[in-house]
T-cell receptor, first 110, second 112 residues
């Protein structure tokens, strides 16, 4: 069983702060890593993907990957109330299927 | 581009009834997927189609069948609905040799 673990939260951060979301995975053969944002009652929206060790930045979002520690994280800088959502971590191996974590609920308070 | 579309948005079935959930994408993607999402369980893969003409079982295929009608369309059929199939169903697609999946808006299904 390929496990993807996330803290369910809620993670509460004040507006303007950095939100740090974490994810660990069990399959050492994993090759692709994704972060999805899901607002209540809506579908998952892809916001970041990373394939290599290190950091990848896109606007206010930074994805960090450490394959040796089997750890991937998402940093959201200058958090806004509109960032309040559930963030899903997804991990893929060399095939097509992704394994999803159960998500971390983020609440950004004004 | 509409991306990934799904019909219907909502459906209520009685136990034992059958129905087909429709999914279409206009992104010229090769691979398509069906997931269900339940509270506390996360997203679980039901079936996927790596390319036109192929389908494979995911984590939770029992009680479902799929058809890859053409490159654009991938349908999910419940032959005899059960209350345990009450869920939100999402279709997704991804391109050739890329693994980023893009999701449709979902179908909320209730089986009574």
């Amino acid at each position: 069983q390929k496990e993807v673990e996330q803290n369910s939260g809620p993670l509460s951060v004040p507006e303007g702060a950095i939100a740090s979301l974490n994810c660990t995975y069990s399959d050492r053969g994993s090759q692709s890593f994704f972060w999805y944002r899901q607002y209540s009652g809506k579908s998952p929206e892809l916001i970041m993907f990373i394939y290599s060790n290190g950091d990848k930045e896109d606007g206010r979002f930074t994805a960090q990957l450490n394959k040796a520690s089997q750890y991937v994280s998402l940093l959201i800088r200058d958090s806004q109330p509109s960032d309040s959502a559930t963030y899903l971590c997804a991990v893929g191996d060399s095939g097509y299927a992704l394994n999803f974590g159960k998500g971390t609920s983020l609440l950004v308070t004004p | 581009n509409a991306g990934v579309t799904q019909t219907p948005k909502f459906q209520v079935l009685k136990t034992g009834q059958s129905m087909t959930l429709q999914c279409a994408q206009d992104m010229n993607h090769n691979s398509m997927y069906w997931y269900r999402q339940d509270p506390g369980m996360g997203l679980r893969l039901i079936y996927y189609s790596a390319s036109e003409g192929t389908t494979d079982k995911g984590e939770v295929p029992n009680g479902y069948n799929v058809s890859r009608l053409n490159k654009r369309e991938f349908s999910l059929r419940l032959e005899s609905a059960a209350p345990s199939q009450t869920s939100v169903y999402f279709c997704a697609s991804s391109g050739w040799r890329t693994y980023e999946q893009y999701f449709g808006p979902g179908t909320r299904l209730t089986v009574t």
